[in-house]
């Protein structure tokens, strides 16, 4: 049973879409995270939620728009694609606190074309 | 400001020797630091974390990381490197004096270990 699951795993679409990536975890976190991989593998933090409130909220384009319908489930959706949107996408849970280390998800590859 | 350096894009090691792939920070107050690995085409996982305590940490695959406060370093170390250790490594800290819980990452060193 996949503690952190984010679905799709791959994602090719054209310039201008609007797409979803879900995420579920089942560690009973208080915290889920999406973070952004580049393809020089830097990860960047995008969003944080703590039970469902936004605390921590980088300098993303508002095309980007994460929802947390519960305190399992964190989805990213983001509206009219564009070619840099191309990344990986990783979700993460942790306990919120400073000393927790934090669990990801096998990560969602999102081609734009 | 708060940041985190891994001054090699890359480390090759021998399989059987013994690696170390560097780490430094810089925060205002006390850190707390990790080390995660990511396998190709994986999520990141978990390797180890420095809280407070005894400096030399333990953690998976026979890992362990060294904390030096006044070098501000946290280098990750194995004594006997294996060839499925190659993968890309990240640092990271958190600052208690930050005010948030928001993790500092390093930009990753590739590990490749050669048989």
């Known amino acids: 049973d996949t503690a952190v699951s984010q679905t799709p795993k791959y994602l090719v679409t054209q310039m201008g879409n609007d797409k979803s990536i879900k995420c579920e975890q089942n560690?009973?976190?208080?915290?889920m995270y999406w973070y952004k991989q580049d393809s020089k593998k830097f990860l960047k933090i995008m969003f944080s939620?703590?039970?469902?409130?936004?605390?921590i909220n980088e300098t993303v384009p508002n095309r980007f728009s994460p929802k947390s319908p519960d305190k399992a489930h964190l989805n990213l959706h983001i509206n009219s694609l564009e070619l840099g949107d191309s990344a990986v996408y990783f979700c993460?849970?942790?306990?919120?606190?400073?000393?927790?280390?934090?669990?990801f998800g096998e990560g969602s590859r999102l081609t734009v074309l | 400001a708060q940041s985190v350096a891994q001054p090699e894009d890359q480390v090759n090691v021998a399989e059987g020797n013994p690696l170390t792939v560097k780490c430094t920070y810089s925060?205002?107050?006390?850190?707390?630091l990790f080390w995660y690995v990511q396998y190709p085409n994986r999520g990141l996982q978990f390797l180890l974390k420095?809280?407070?305590?005894d400096n030399l940490v333990k953690g998976s695959y026979g890992f362990e990381a060294e904390f030096n406060k006044s070098q501000t370093s946290f280098h990750l170390k194995k004594p006997s490197a294996l060839v499925s250790d190659s993968a890309l490594y990240f640092c990271?800290?958190?600052?208690?004096?930050?005010?948030?819980?928001?993790?500092?990452w390093g930009a990753g060193t590739k590990l490749i270990i050669k048989p």
């Open positions: 990271a800290v958190r600052d208690k004096n930050a005010g948030n819980y928001q993790l500092i």
């Open positions: 925060v205002s107050g006390n850190p707390y």
């Open positions: 420095y809280i407070t305590g």
């Open positions: 560690l009973g976190h208080d915290t």
């Open positions: 939620y703590n039970n469902k409130e936004l605390i």
């Open positions: 993460a849970t942790g306990l919120a606190g400073y000393t927790g280390e934090l669990f």
